[in-house]
């Protein structure tokens, strides 16, 4: 174990005002994109939006960046069990209509 | 390795090896608390998915009816106080007592800031009447027969603001305590850890409505109009 100074990484104001610049434009951009009709990609452009603004968040205001590899591990983890959670649910809600149900 | 026994600090308990080791396991058991949140919150972003799914255009007309452009400045808001708390974690780093307590109020007003207009958001549905459950709950532009469908959506919308806003304030008071803490000089370089922990739960909540904006306010919004 290193000593708690070479274990911290500092970054500096300007990386984060940078970040913030960076977070405050999309949600700009997310805003005005909605209005226009993309049919089924407005939902994709919204959510990758708000993934990108995520990573943002997570890799250098929740210094996952910096984290150890344990932590990194425990938190792409749980992205698992998130989608997981989504994907399995919509694998029934989703096909439900596709065959149909003997003796109904 | 110390003797530990005689040099208890706040940032080397008994139990740890060294500073670092104490500091690794304070933010991994946070990290482990934030993805039973995630799994938490990720109920209902499954039941918002499998209801947008069914009654599209409903949850579409449903979506338009909130003010936009509202919900993006607050949005900004939220992010404001990130960077606030971000900067509040970086003078621990530093060691900076007074630089802790000035962000860490800087971080409580932009909060402060955003609960008050989801307030004002929320009063407002209530004299739209587009609040599920009201007698007479009315959406415009939707068939009556599909009036249920937009009491699901602002049922939805406001389980999800609502329990976003629950995080929020058990936010506020978490930042109470650390301004007070902070106050009496009780975090240096050495020992910050609250403010670090405190600055995940703030930024995963953060997180959380990065998600609920557009997934609650810009649904197929060229649809609704």
């Not at chain 1, 959510?47 to 990194?72: D, E, G, P, Q, Y």
């Not at chain 1, 698992?80 to 065959?99: C, E, N, P, S």
């Not at chain 2, 599909?146 to 930042?175: C, E, K, R």
């Amino acid at each position: 174990m290193s000593d708690p100074q070479e274990h911290t990484h500092i970054d500096s104001v300007g990386t984060y005002v940078k970040i913030l610049l960076a977070l405050l434009v999309a949600t700009g951009v997310t805003t005005a994109v909605s209005r226009l009709d993309l049919g089924a990609f407005n939902t994709v452009v919204a959510l990758s939006i708000a993934s990108a603004k995520m990573l943002l968040v997570a890799l250098f205001f929740m210094h996952i960046r910096h984290s150890n590899k344990l932590t990194k591990l425990v938190v792409v983890g749980g992205l698992l069990w998130l989608a997981i959670l989504l994907l399995l649910t919509m694998t029934d809600f989703a096909t439900r209509g596709i065959i149909g149900v003997p003796g109904k | 390795m110390a003797d530990h026994a005689h040099t208890e600090t706040l940032a080397l308990r008994v139990q740890f090896d060294t500073e670092a080791q104490q500091k690794d396991a304070s933010t991994l058991g946070m990290w482990i608390f934030l993805i039973t949140e995630i799994m938490f919150f990720g109920g209902m972003f499954a039941v918002y998915t499998v209801y947008r799914n069914w009654y599209p255009e409903v949850f579409a007309i449903a979506s338009s009816s909130l003010n936009e452009v509202i919900g993006a400045l607050n949005t900004g808001v939220l992010l404001l106080s990130s960077f606030t708390m971000v900067m509040a974690v970086r003078a621990g780093q530093l060691g900076q007592r007074k630089a802790i307590v000035m962000f860490l109020i800087l971080t409580l007003l932009f909060g402060g800031i955003f609960l008050g207009v989801k307030a004002y958001e929320w009063n407002e549905k209530f004299e739209e009447h587009h609040i599920p459950g009201q007698a007479a709950f009315h959406l415009e532009g939707v068939a009556p027969g599909d009036q249920g469908h937009a009491q699901l959506f602002f049922s939805i919308y406001f389980a999800m603001t609502g329990l976003h806003a629950l995080h929020m304030v058990i936010g506020v008071g978490i930042l109470l305590t650390l301004i007070v803490q902070a106050n009496k000089g009780r975090f240096s370089a050495s020992y910050y850890t609250p403010v670090d922990v405190a600055g995940l739960y703030w930024h995963f909540v953060d997180v959380i409505w990065i998600f609920l904006f557009p997934l609650l306010y810009l649904i197929d919004r060229h649809l609704g109009k």
